[in-house]
């Protein structure tokens, strides 16, 4: 039955009443479901003064569906007793004669309806025992208003130019203006998508049990964004036409020099199993102070603090932060964009157990289909470069870089020579690590997205081997 129709049958009925109508009883009369009436009473409440509505609340006792199972067929005890064979048991199995169905009897009073012949105290061991539940009923008690009638007329709720110039406003009711009533609210800022897809890569660390390392300095000096890593001073990725280096401070003022000469030592002679790079390492040239080219000058300094504290305690960090290199901007490079770096210190790491992060960190993105590649890093060996098998691109894709710490920038820092640090980079923007970026974009421009186009986007970086042109769009 109709709203409407429930409405009218409850003028009706309200009409033929001496007083008025509980909105429980109503429904039962009428053999529907309570809710219905309370929604007819609402309707109606909504034109005005027709009806008048008291909201009641009464407490009663229902069996729940076990209280009824036993209501019906006894208790569990009563059933086991009942099922003892004509030939009857040994004494010793049942040590019962008789019994009487107390459970079954009090049950049966409260369906009929006479619950409160039952003491408080059986009523609490029947619903501990989940039989009996005591319900809330809240219902209305209707009586007719000051504009009571048994005809609905719809109320206008807008004045039209129609109505003021036929005149006809004045012989139609308006529903009364609710000046309390919240209105709808403006649309508001959103976050960003780079932002929305941070806060859930850093919740997917810290559910792997990470600890996010402080990453605060985009300035940072040479010594650590380089020499701390075991990257010679003659790197290319020194060179100004990569790194932005800042003329005022152009140099940093403070370094642990005891750390500092180890890392000379070892750049310079050689040591800890290695020959080093066997050249004139100058401080002058770690001290040069820059924009920081990656986040793993961040984890330098905190594997660094980390070997000064005594007894080794096993960690894994991460951040998620930006870096800038001194790019010539184009349709597939800027200068800064967001590093996402994880570490992990352990006694006896090995390249399986960073094969086996990794898994479970992409896994957690929905990133399944992974391949590794070996590759070259001056402060990770072995190194692999991780690829993933992009859907929309039909092709496998670079999603990041990961490797070993070599002991050349572990030992001198004071790690133990048993200590191994896996860790793992990777660019935030990269569509293939946003799984779902691009059904975000999609929804944000609302239109077709040719995916190459988004792939090739200064947000996505780079690839791991040449693009083909253009050649599917999807919808």
């Not at 407490?59 to 007793?81: D, M, Q, Y």
């Amino acid at each position: 039955m109709a709203d409407g129709q429930v409405a009218e049958l409850l003028l009706r009925r309200l009409e033929a009443s001496d007083g008025g109508l509980d909105s429980a009883e109503l429904a039962a009369e009428l053999g529907m479901e309570h809710q219905a009436v309370v929604g007819a009473v609402k309707s109606l409440q909504a034109l005005g003064e027709v009806i008048e509505a008291e909201l009641r609340s009464t407490k009663h006792w229902e069996l729940t569906a076990e209280g009824e199972e036993i209501a019906r067929e006894g208790s569990h005890e009563a059933r086991v007793f009942r099922s003892i064979p004509p030939e009857g048991l040994a004494q010793s199995e049942l040590m019962v004669d008789s019994m009487e169905d107390e459970v079954q009897r009090r049950l049966q009073l409260v369906r009929g309806g006479q619950a409160e012949k039952l003491g408080e105290k059986e009523r609490s061991e029947l619903r501990k025992r989940k039989l009996l539940a005591e319900v809330t009923l809240k219902t209305y008690w209707v009586s007719k208003g000051s504009a009571f009638s048994t005809s609905i007329s719809k109320q206008e709720t807008e004045l039209s130019p129609e109505m003021i110039s036929s005149g006809s406003w004045r012989d139609r009711p308006f529903k009364p203006y609710n000046f309390l009533a919240h209105g709808v609210l403006p649309d508001s800022g959103h976050l960003h998508p780079l932002l929305k897809v941070r806060s859930q890569f850093r919740q997917i660390f810290l559910e792997m049990g990470f600890t996010e390392m402080p990453t605060d300095n985009f300035i940072e000096s040479s010594f650590w964004n380089f020499d701390a890593l075991f990257q010679p001073q003659q790197h290319p990725a020194r060179d100004q036409h990569d790194t932005f280096f800042l003329r005022d401070p152009a140099e940093a003022l403070q370094l642990p020099m005891d750390y500092v000469q180890r890392v000379k030592r070892t750049h310079s002679q050689g040591g800890y199993g290695s020959q080093g790079y066997k050249y004139n390492w100058k401080l002058d040239e770690a001290r040069k102070n820059l924009l920081r080219t990656h986040t793993t000058s961040a984890s330098a300094r905190a594997l660094y603090r980390l070997a000064q504290k005594k007894p080794f305690t096993p960690v894994k960090y991460f951040s998620i932060d930006r870096v800038f290199r001194n790019e010539t901007l184009d349709a597939t490079h800027l200068a800064e964009f967001h590093q996402i770096e994880g570490v992990v210190a352990d006694h006896g790491l090995t390249l399986g157990h960073l094969m086996g992060v990794l898994r479970e960190f992409f896994t957690k993105l929905g990133i399944t289909q992974l391949r590794f590649k070996p590759a070259y890093n001056p402060y990770t060996e072995p190194s692999m470069e991780v690829f993933s098998y992009h859907q929309g691109l039909k092709k496998w894709v670079e999603v990041g870089n990961s490797g070993v710490f070599r002991p050349e920038m572990l030992l001198p820092m004071g790690l133990p020579e048993n200590v191994s640090v896996i860790a793992w980079g990777l660019s935030l923007e990269r569509p293939t690590m946003i799984k779902y970026g691009i059904n975000n974009i999609r929804e944000l421009v609302g239109h077709k997205v040719n995916l190459q186009m988004v792939y090739d986007s200064p947000l996505c970086r780079l690839d791991a081997e040449p693009r083909p042109p253009p050649t599917q769009e999807a919808a």
